[in-house]
């Protein structure tokens, strides 16, 4: 199982995109979306304005989306519920990823303050000694920012900031949500096709 958090950032569209490809895949999946993070969404992919309506649910959004099918494997969870089972280091997953990661979650992680499930479960994962990234969203970065990410970096947390890569020559936000998101996979150990290796691309 894989631990998604998706944090009040802009860009949830990476990590919607990231559930919908390990799904995809046969993984299971434990998302935890933050308010704010359902604020955003209601922006940014619903393209509604303040006062946002109720958006609470990534299984309906995947199926109005209609790029997974395997909605049975996601298990979806409250920001604010610690009795979940990915609150215990007992509960056994293979990562915990953060994408996007705000600074203030970023802050939150690196110093301990597991005040919500996403930082409690990167509290977990970083205790457990388990694969823990974060896909921060900021720009541009302040020096606190930047001593927070050589913070996590210490921690052993893997860093993948949501940089392009032009040599892919991206055509479209797609492209570039697909590369980041790709990127992690890497990471994760999952093969996809979300864009060419480098060399493979014939010239």
């Known amino acids: 199982m894989i631990v998604v958090g998706i944090s009040g950032a802009s860009g949830p569209i990476l990590g919607i995109r990231l559930i919908e490809e390990l799904l995809n895949s046969g993984e299971k999946v434990a998302a935890i979306v933050s308010k704010p993070a ?21 299984k309906e959004l995947l199926a109005v989306r ?20 990915v609150a215990s280091g007992s509960t056994k997953f293979k990562a915990m990823v953060v994408i996007p990661c705000s600074m203030k979650t970023l802050s939150a992680i690196v110093h301990g303050y597991a005040d919500s499930l996403i930082t409690r479960t990167c509290d977990v994962a970083l205790k457990e000694r388990r694969r823990c990234i974060i896909v921060p969203r900021e720009t541009p970065l302040s020096v606190v920012h930047t001593g927070n990410l050589h913070r996590a970096a210490l921690a052993g947390i ?31 150990g999952y093969d996809h096709d979300l864009f060419e290796s480098w060399g493979k691309k014939k010239r």
């Open 38 to 58: 359902c604020q955003i969404i209601e922006y940014e992919i619903f393209r509604e304005e303040p006062p946002f309506s109720s958006f609470s649910s990534l």
């Open 66 to 85: 209609g790029l997974s099918e395997n909605h049975d494997l996601l298990s979806e969870f409250n920001n604010n519920d610690f009795f979940a089972p």
């Open 158 to 188: 893997e860093i993948v900031p949501p940089v392009p890569g032009f040599y892919t020559r991206p055509e479209s936000v797609e492209d570039v949500v697909n590369f980041i998101v790709g990127k992690v996979l890497n990471l994760l």
